[in-house]
Structures are given as C-alpha cells and as structure tokens.
DNA sequence: CCGCATCATGCAGGGATTTGCACGAATATG
DNA sequence: CATATTCGTGCAAATCCCTGCATGATGCGG
C-alpha cells in the first residue's frame, strides 16, 4: 500500500467514524502502529488532524451530526452494512437502495479499487461525496422525501437503463408467504423494476423485520439472491426461509 | 510496446483502481522498474498524476473540495440565499444549482405555499428533505463529486424536460467582459442548458468572485436576468455591470 | 548501404524514504 | 501510587528513487 493513499484512507475513516484508532488501523493495513503513529504525527504537523494519545480526532468538531449519526446507527445495521459492502468486487456496479441500513453499505464500501455505485437516493449520493474511488450515478425521478428516494416514470426510465451487477434492497418487512414488502406503492414498484433489472439482488433485514408484512407488495421472498441477516437471529426463526431455498448469510461478529 | 500506449495503460489502470505500483506495473509490462518510474516521473510532469514513493495516485483536486468550502464567509452567504428564496412565488418551478450559496436559499425556501424545486445536486436534495410544502424533482446523471452535481448526457436530457420560472445559478467567478464562469467544463455545459431552459436566470455573487474568471465560460453577463450581490459591494465595482444594463439586487443587511 | 542523431531501455551505484524494532519516557486508568 | 498502554527517538534493514551511462532500435539524409 502507498504511503498517500494510506493517508488519505485515515482521513476517510476519520470522517466516516469521527476518531481513529492507531492499533486498529495498524490492524487493518496489517502494518505496524508505529508507522500508524508516524503518519498520524506527520499528519498533524500538516493540520489535517489532532493527534491524541491512542489515535485522533478531527481538526474541528466536525458537523453537530457526528454524533448524532454515529448513534442513530445501531451496530447491529453497522455490522450488516460492513459484511454487504465487502461483497462489492472491482469494476462491478451495485444498485444502492434508500434506507439508513443501506446507508450503512455506503459507508463501509471498499475505497482501495474501483467500482460503481447507482442510487436513486440523494441522501446514499451524500455518504459517497468523500469516497476516493465509487464513480456514482444518480437516478433521477420525483423526490419521495419520507425515504428520500427518486420515483415515478423518469426514475423508472433511468434505471432501465442500467444493468447492476449487485442490488442492495431495503424493505420494511419480509415474510416467508407475503415476500418482501413495504408502505409505498410507488416506491415498491421502483424496488422490484430495479430488482428486475439488477444480476443480483439481497436485501439486509433485522429482527423487528422478520416475518413481517407491510401494505404494498414487491417481490417473494424467492426473488432474491440472498437474504443478510444479524449473527443473533436464530435458526429456527429462518428455517421458514431456508426452506424457500433462500441462501442466508449470517453476519459474524 | 510503445511507450505512449504505455502511458495510457497507466492512467487507465489509475482510473480503475486509484492506484499504480511501479514494481507491479513494471512486471504486467515486463519491462523494468526504471521505464516503468520515468514514465511517471514524465506523467507527474505533465500533471497527469501524483508521484508517490512506490508508485503514483490519481491527481488531488487542488481546490478544496465543497464540503471543505462550506466554511468561507457564511454570514453573506446566509443573507443572499434568503433574498433569493424570497424570489420564489407560490406554484412557481425553480431550479437550484450545487454549491454553498445554493444551498443557503434551500434553507430559507418559503415554507408557507407550495412550489416545485428541481435540482441536480443531492446535496441540495438532502437540504429539502424536511421541506413541508416543496414538491422536489431530482436530476440524474453521473455524478460529479467535486461539486456534488449530475452532470453528462443523462442530466442533459432530463433537464431538457423541465422548463423552470427561476434558475438560481452559481459560479466561481463573473467578469463584465468574460462573463460568468467555473472550474470544470462539463458543469459548465450543464449550467448554461439549464439557463437557457430557464425563463428567467439569477447569479448570487460575493466579493470574491466579482471581476474573476475561471477557466471555463459559461454565460455572457448579459445572459442573467439579475445578479444579487451583498450590501457591501461598493457602487463602483458594480458599474461595469450596470453599464451592461444587468439588473442588479442589492441584499438589504 | 552507411553514418549519424534520436530515443527507449536497462543497469549500476549512491542517496533518500519507509518501515519495523527496541527501549526509555509519557500518559491514562483504577 | 501502580500498572498497562501508548508514545517518541534512535537505529538498521529493506525498498525505492535518481543520475549517469551503455546498448540497441529506429529514422533520416546522403
């Protein structure tokens, strides 16, 4: 690894998590903390950091939300979002829905090579301005503002028009009989034309999603290529999908 | 293999994966680190990359980039984007360009009638998000990270089928005979298209940017409908500008 | 075909940078 | 105050870089 993408890679994470840890970006880049404290160092003596004892911080206290983000996001959606991104492999396109969990996706997605991002959402466009690598395409369309999402016919038009290798899907409820669902009829018909259109597609889901129905239909549950789930859900509550044939990949601790 | 050939390969393989390795690049093309190193110390020359020890990285935009931006004079900026918002009349479509200033008159939108706003920054998007009574219309496109616009054929298009009351157009500099200007020339394309869709065109100007220009043209002064400068702005530097017969609004303190 | 200039390439060696390790000092934590 | 990290510095090894030069290919004019 080059020494300034290193650098900048710190300063991503710095952004991204408002601290960083020197022995857990040693850990990360498999290099030594002393050459972890040596750039930090360096990297205050340029004013792109304030070096505290065990890692640093950002120069200003960054926006109010920092805080807030880092909070609303549970870790559960973390770990989800950190396993989902790390099955983004070079040069391909992924299909980022709406949501905070996909949210999440974007913000732990690879920045050591490149790929493509397409969303219909401003608010994922937002969490990739400062990604060093992620060419992104912006679907546009009628702004749904409950889950900043565009919709209607030029959305639909502008989706036909790629092909993604990979969509991450965001629902409010999954159900073994009534499939993947949730509360806008327009917004479902959005999420199953890109599903339709997409190679590949898995939708991360939590507990409180499971076995869940919300009022408008998207896809069944075999349409997908996989379902994401947290490493504490239990077998027995998926059994009723394993039995769709629904592959089922449990986020390890 | 000829060396110019090599040369591309070089900036390709950058674009793909944000990186280039001598050693590696020099074994894939079999020929020895030397070549491989003079060919970036000559590409580093010709601003094509960033020499690094070990390899080279993509070139680092050197202007700060918009969120970096988002600190220079915020109070001028806050007081010309509530002066414009103020330019927006019920069941009117207006159409909002990226950048600081823009955003400032998402801010300070009119929250008491309805009215459409099209934009092609998610950023701005995101501003609108909790926006009671705005209908938003979101552009597509690639996205252009530094400024956090769509831009390409894709946003051309799209923008070609709305027909805004009010653009609100943003720039890095104006100058009486060059006109107005910015830094890149795509986004400077797609401004002067949504200007000319446009019925009428405003340009927020601060001290900073009258009498400057940027490398790429976008609009003849004469192009605008009306500039809206700050109270400060002294009558003399302005003259150019009303002598070209520019309507100019002068935001009250 | 010959001589010459030009250019790309590889090699050698001296210099610069980066990295990991060791050890004593500084700092946090209870 | 005691202990465990964490930090900074000096140092050595490895790696990488640059300069200068030799070699061979190519192109051009005679």
Do not use: W
């Amino acid at each position: 690894m080059l020494t300034g993408q290193r650098k900048t890679l710190i300063l991503d994470i710095l952004r991204r998590d408002g601290q960083v840890i020197a022995k857990r970006i040693a850990d990360d880049f498999g290099l030594s903390e002393d050459t972890i404290r040596r750039d930090l160092r360096e990297m205050a003596a340029e004013r792109l950091l304030k070096r505290v004892h065990g890692g640093a911080l950002p120069l200003a206290p960054e926006l109010p939300d920092f805080s807030t983000r880092r909070g609303v996001s549970p870790d559960v959606k973390r770990q989800l979002g950190a396993f989902a991104a790390k099955m983004v492999k070079p040069g391909r396109t992924v299909f980022l829905d709406g949501g905070t969990t996909t949210a999440e996706i974007a913000r732990h997605l690879p920045r050591n090579f490149a790929f493509t991002v397409v969303t219909h959402s401003p608010t994922i466009a937002g969490e990739l301005e400062h990604h060093p690598t992620a060419d992104v395409i912006l679907i546009g369309g009628k702004l749904y503002k409950h889950s900043m999402v565009a919709t209607g016919a030029a959305a639909m038009a502008a989706i036909s028009l790629v092909r993604p290798d990979i969509f991450f899907l965001g629902v409010t409820a999954i159900h073994p009989v009534h499939g993947l669902s949730t509360g806008d009829f327009e917004e479902a018909a959005i999420k199953r034309h890109i599903a339709q259109c997409s190679a590949e597609t898995y939708v991360t889901v939590t507990q409180e999603k499971l076995d869940a129905a919300s009022p408008c239909h998207i896809l069944p549950v075999t349409a997908v290529s996989g379902m994401i789930v947290p490493s504490d859900i239990t077998e027995a509550s998926l059994a009723p999908y394993r039995s769709a044939q629904v592959p089922i990949f449990t986020v390890s601790d």
